[in-house]
């Protein structure tokens, strides 16, 4: 069973910035691809980053992009979002999740993915 644990959420002013970290059991972690979602009150899930097995390979929402950076150590079965200028309307629940190796779903959709943390609450005040 693999289990991902979000941390590093909380509240910040515009403009300021946050690290989240995602940590996941397992010895299986280098293997995957993972993804940041977020979901902010009354919306649905939103893709937000994407980083490859190895992390040669990242992707980006547009509304993120330029401003936040995702990284992983697979030596530490950890992956990261590095979130630098935020906005009010960054404030979400962010999620980490394992990006199925099965599942042909693209990489941008909740679908995707078959893992889940239990998220970490951002808040962006004005």
């Known amino acids: 069973q693999v289990q991902l644990v979000e941390s590093g959420g909380g509240l910040v002013q515009a403009g300021g910035s946050l690290r989240l970290s995602c940590a996941a059991s397992?010895?299986?972690?280098?293997?995957?691809?993972m993804g940041w979602f977020r979901q902010a009150p009354g919306k649905e899930r939103e893709f937000v980053a994407y980083?490859?097995?190895?992390?040669?390979?990242?992707n980006y929402a547009d509304s993120v992009k330029g401003r936040f950076t995702i990284s992983r150590d697979n030596a530490k079965n950890t992956v990261y979002l590095q979130m630098n200028s935020l906005k009010p309307e960054d404030t979400a629940v962010y999620y980490c999740?394992?990006?199925?190796?099965?599942?042909?779903?693209?990489?941008?959709?909740?679908?995707?993915?078959?893992?889940w943390g239990q998220g970490t609450q951002v808040t962006v005040s004005s």
């Open positions: 397992g010895r299986t972690f280098s293997s995957y691809a």
């Open positions: 980083i490859n097995w190895n992390g040669g390979g990242t």
């Open positions: 999740a394992r990006r199925s190796q099965i599942i042909a779903t693209p990489f941008t959709r909740a679908g995707a993915y078959d893992y």
